[in-house]
């Protein structure tokens, strides 16, 4: 992909780019991760399996006409779409790292239209489907057109796996939630998140790894908000077109998907 990175345009394509590039180490750093906070979801099936999942959510839609706030079929519809998103992400040749396509990112918000749905209707939200739609958020988040989208569905990452958490208190969701909290700037509760690992960490030296890794990951949180803020500044006096992402969506700078616990 080649870029105008003339004037000021190229101070544009530079921030969004650094943007992308925190998005995507932590997918790496969630899916090589020594402690294994999570298992990838899934990405790479065949297209025929998508259709056959877009053809059962269309069913549990048509359910749902007639019975609009039925919270099981609204579970059901957002995680039939999420498995129909799933099925339509490849892997990047370069990292292994599972990338939502286009087609993907449509299904994953159709399942977060669901899912925002379900939250209305749920007095006590699934914690694995709430894990399950954290991860699906990320997803959305690194393959989103614009920044604004990007920052809307990592903070809505964060507050699904925060539910996945209080729920089922366990490492792997702390990590993970450490780190979504951390990217959606809200770093006093990264480090409650954060605190909670450790005391689940059984070894002295284990709490050490595990505290360097999420430290870096608050570091990373914090570049993460400046360059945001950057980007903003670059867009001030602009129109809304301005606010396209010059990647063409963060699907093309080769970003994969993330974990849960």
Do not use: C
């Amino acid at each position: 992909m080649v870029f105008d990175t003339r004037g000021r345009r190229k101070h544009v394509v530079r921030v969004v780019y650094a943007i992308l590039a925190l998005l995507m180490g932590t997918s790496l750093f969630l899916v090589v991760g020594p402690f294994n906070l999570g298992e990838v979801i899934g990405g790479g099936g065949a297209s025929n399996a998508s259709e056959v999942l877009d053809e059962q959510a269309e069913r549990v839609e048509a359910k749902l006409r007639t019975d609009p706030d039925n919270e099981a079929l609204l579970l059901k519809l957002a995680r039939t779409r999420i498995n129909a998103g799933n099925a339509l992400f490849e892997t990047n040749s370069q990292t292994g790292v599972p990338v939502a396509t286009p087609e993907a990112h449509v299904e994953l918000e159709r399942a977060a239209k669901a899912w925002s749905g379900y939250l209305e209707e749920a007095k006590a939200p699934n914690p694995a489907a709430a894990g399950l739609m954290a991860r699906t958020y990320f997803s959305l988040a690194e393959s989103s057109t614009t920044y604004e989208e990007a920052i809307d569905n990592v903070e809505n990452a964060a507050e699904a796996q925060r539910l996945a958490a209080e729920a089922r208190p366990n490492l792997g969701a702390f990590s993970t939630l450490a780190i979504y909290e951390y990217f959606a700037g809200d770093f006093a509760a990264g480090d409650k998140a954060t605190a909670q690992v450790k005391k689940l960490v059984p070894s002295k030296e284990e709490r050490k790894s595990v505290s360097t890794q999420l430290s870096e990951y608050r570091k990373r949180g914090k570049e993460f908000a400046k360059q945001v803020r950057a980007f903003e500044k670059t867009q001030q006096g602009k129109g809304k077109e301005a606010l396209q992402n010059p990647l063409g969506g963060l699907a093309g700078g080769g970003l994969g998907g993330t974990l849960g616990q």
